[in-house]
């Protein structure tokens, strides 16, 4: 069963820098664009990065524009995300998934990120 599988968060303060990594274990995504979504504290889900197939294209949301950046490794069927200058209106639950909702994957668990002032 596909599953994907988010880590690399933890507590920063404002200013500082962490890098997630979302795999995939059971399926490839390869063929998909991906993105990574975040849900705040009582917020909606929402997108704040994808990335096309072979990783040519990417977009941000404009609140991480300049500060994140989305890579991925199909060989190793990893997404990656950077993320600097870190805000503490960034903190929230980090997932990935397949960019178009038509065919996501169930939601892992995600990671949570903590930003503090």
């Known amino acids: 069963q596909a599953q994907l599988i988010e880590s690399g968060g933890g507590s920063v303060q404002a200013g500082g820098s962490l890098r997630l990594s979302c795999a995939a274990s059971?399926?490839?995504?390869?063929?998909?664009?991906m993105g990574w979504f975040r849900q705040g504290p009582g917020k909606e889900r929402e997108i704040v990065a994808s990335?096309?197939?072979?990783?040519?294209?990417?977009d941000y949301a404009d609140s991480v524009k300049g500060r994140f950046t989305i890579s991925r490794d199909n060989a190793k069927n990893t997404v990656y995300l950077q993320m600097n200058s870190l805000k503490p209106e960034d903190t929230a639950v980090y997932y990935c998934?397949?960019?178009?909702?038509?065919?996501?994957?169930?939601w892992g668990q995600g990671t949570q990120v903590t930003v503090s002032s």
């Open positions: 059971g399926r490839t995504f390869t063929p998909y664009a």
């Open positions: 998934n397949i960019k178009i909702p038509t065919f996501q994957w169930n």
């Open positions: 990335i096309s197939r072979i990783g040519s294209i990417t």
